[in-house]
């Protein structure tokens, strides 16, 4: 890939550079949807931005006055990140280098009035697993209830009133020391509320999530918090139509996308899948990627018949909120590192599923019985031949 | 509305006149995905186009080289268009005005060497269901087998060895009389293959099908035509993964979506659904459009608080083609008659099957389980609360 490509930061910006005002209006509308409305950012926010090198964007999803029901607004965050060391330093100085750097950004969060929070896949490692080699990196691997991430969050959680969602590489110490790529989330009063295991785990480039664990045996939970009910959908798992559709029939309002993925593998699908998911739901969903091109001490092959290599492709950031009507932010940067903040009301996942009625007419019968036929033996297709 | 926004013609053409070219390469590769190369469109068929005013588009997705399976190269064509005369001409005046239209736009796509083809929704009729007027309205529903327009097409199938998708209003002569929304499969040999119905029906804004017709009963069938196997996922049906879903489970590459829909209900999801559902499913999709602002006899309501009103809003076109590597043509223009034509190597679906994996992955015996227990008395929401 050109490195040209790697460093285009946003293409937001170029829309917004070069188009004439009105031509501006309507691309946006037929991109983004319904024009949003930015959330003004607080100064001490701002500044710890600035003197930290990141990025804030704030956006407001605005809901319908109802006459029976309150207003349910709330500010949910993401971030998106590099890592920070090079992958050659010791684990925990690793570990504890990315810790500090999102304590700083979550210290942003949380001026910024931020209540529920999630940050990126597997957010305390550098995303390893194009290695397939398990030594040292299975060390990184923590218990969900009682691991040093869970403890570092837990204490943050508390400080600021604040769920935070923290998808991990996690050690099942209780069933014989096995992996699984787990989303734990943590209460506002410092509380394991649960945790989810990633359902479906890709087999394709350099994501060798294959070779460490395996499919996620926890179904489809959806946490009540304080704040609203949310779910995780990690990674791959976005490609699944009917694990988005799981999270909602089970209450979700808002779904979190914990992600880390490269530009050459999935780049022009990043804005298509959650955001569907979001219309198709109708609820919240809000994608996160990592950000930045990480380096390895060994080399490893792609499957691709390239030359062997070190590095992992760029990760290209650009995590966004999309809302049950169609409308999203614009992503944050392809290149830095970044806070966006939604605040929204969840008033609007009712108002949208009554408005268009996808859930009244999804005919979940017919298709529980289409897919039991289809899983027995003996499923003919239906397909209809020239005699 | 404001007028502008109804005449903006295309989204495609003011990123072209307005981007310089190297940040054109990079906002097409994130909105548009892989570039596609133009099909060049025979002479005569560029007459044809000119003569009576419409567009012609064509664009090639190409396939790998295997080396145990040969190419499939085929090409398919979608066509959106105005209805004709007014609503207010007598009922077989406007379907024979629409029908003598659509032959000149076939007659083109012949010229393009077009294989299989797709009209809109409801193709021979103005899109009267906004009207809620059963009279005279019910008069233009077809038989699938032996209707005016299955034998105005059977000719040109037959003329043109052209498989024709052929979208109409239903009437059930064998089944008391009842009314659906079908599309009518008529292949090369001009015989009438089958046809699908609907499953899905929106009752939202203008779009009051419901007071006309019921869900569709005939699942979700494949049609093996001599270039493909193709199905048909009716307009309101695009909002429904589980549709697109079934269609895959049964063996489509091609799935066609005859639609339509207006600019102030769906126009920022137009280009997300039919996407999606080409990247989860690993097969082609052919979203359809119509073209114009229909005005009707009568005054009608939305169910907006709005008063009364005599015209639908305005259906945007924007007809296009997305493959399963997530790559997608532009749109057809959203104010004018036109035709795209699709080169394709059907090969693309399984080699993108095999890269992305989604299929094997999906877990469906999970997902056949969860349907079932969601739908069984007692089911309980996986809620994970706060103790």
Redesign the interface.
């Known amino acids: 890939m050109a490195s ?2 790697e460093e ?1 930061e946003s ?1 937001e910006k ?2 917004s550079e ?3 005002a ?2 501006l209006v ?2 946006k ?6 024009e949003l409305q930015a959330l003004s950012i607080p100064v001490e926010a701002e500044k710890l931005a600035v003197n930290h090198d990141f990025e804030i964007q704030g956006f407001k999803f605005e809901a319908q006055t109802e006459q029976l029901r309150a207003p349910r607004v709330i500010r949910v965050g993401i971030i998106q990140n590099h890592i920070v060391l090079p992958t050659s330093a010791s684990l925990k100085a690793q570990r504890d280098a990315i810790h500090e750097r999102v304590a700083t950004i979550v210290e942003a969060a949380a001026l910024c009035g931020v209540n529920v929070l999630c940050l990126q896949e597997a957010w305390p490692c550098p995303f390893m697993f194009c290695t397939r080699e398990k030594e040292p990196w299975c060390e990184l691997a923590e218990s969900a209830d009682d691991g040093p991430s869970t403890h570092f969050l837990q204490r943050l959680c508390r400080q600021y009133n604040m769920v935070i969602v923290s998808p991990i590489l996690e050690r099942d110490v209780d069933r014989e020391d096995i992996l699984w790529n787990t989303a734990v ?1 943590i ?1 506002h ?1 410092g ?1 394991v ?2 945790k989810h295991r990633k ?6 480039g350099d994501f060798n999530e294959s070779t460490y664990y395996m ?1 996620g045996d926890t ?8 704040f609203g ?1 949310i779910a995780v959908n990690i990674c ?1 798992g976005r ?4 694990n ?3 999270f909602g ?3 979700a309002e808002i779904v979190f996308n914990p992600s880390a993925t490269v530009g050459k593998l999935s ?3 990043w ?3 959650a ?2 998911a979001a ?2 739901n109708g609820y919240f969903t809000f994608a996160i990627n990592r950000v930045g091109t990480e380096l390895y001490p060994n080399e490893f092959s792609s499957g691709n018949g390239q030359p062997a290599h070190k590095d992992f492709g760029h990760f290209y950031g650009s995590s966004y909120v999309a809302a049950p009507d ?2 999203r932010t614009p992503g944050l940067s392809r290149v830095r590192d970044g806070l966006m903040v939604a605040e929204l009301d969840l008033n609007i996942c009712r108002q949208m599923r009554d ?4 859930q ?9 019985q ?3 036929k ?2 027995s033996p003996g499923y003919k ?7």
Chains 1, 2 share one sequence.
């Open positions: 040209s490509t285009f293409v170029v829309l070069h188009l004439p009105e031509q309507e691309v509308r037929l991109f983004y949807g319904k989330v209460s009063t509380r509320l649960g359902n479906h785990i890709p087999r394709i499919e179904g489809h939970p959806v946490f009540e918090t304080k009910r791959y490609h699944h139509p009917l988005w559709l799981m029939l089970n209450g780049e022009p699908l804005g298509i899948e955001r569907n219309i198709a169609g409308s408005y268009w009625g996808f009244m007419t999804q005919r979940l019968p017919l298709y529980a289409s897919l039991h289809y899983l297709q239906q397909i209809i031949k020239e005699k």
